[in-house]
């Protein structure tokens, strides 16, 4: 009974900021890795940041210096904060979790939340 919820989403213009944030629940959250990808219509889903049971993070080239990801045990919640948003950021962005070493195959996904940048 895995359960990802993601809110944050909207639209902003070019250079502004957004705070997407994923409620976990079904899930021993301290054990497992945490992450965000994105898919923009017509192209695959890809990898934004990514965040270990140990507090390990990894950016995606095109993020990098502009977007954090950072999680909160207590309150079993992953956050990918964007500043300086480009249109090309545009996407549905989805939170996923995966037991730490566990198979990628058997993530679990949330429903995703709609980010536009646009002027």
């Known amino acids: 009974q895995v359960q990802l919820v993601e809110s944050g989403g909207g639209l902003v213009q070019p250079g502004g900021s957004l705070r997407l944030s994923c409620a976990a629940s079904g899930i021993m959250f301290r054990i497992y890795d945490m992450g965000w990808y994105r898919q923009a219509p017509g192209k695959q889903r890809e990898l934004v940041a990514s965040?270990?049971?140990?507090?390990?993070?990894m950016y995606a080239d095109f993020v990098k210096g502009r977007f954090t990801i950072s999680r909160d045990n207590a309150k079993r919640m992953v956050y990918l904060q964007m500043n300086s948003l480009k249109p090309e950021d545009t996407a549905a962005y989805y939170c996923t979790s995966r037991v730490h070493n566990g198979s990628p195959r058997l993530r679990s996904w949330g429903q995703g939340t709609q980010v536009t940048v646009s002027s």
């Open positions: 965040i270990s049971s140990s507090n390990s993070t």
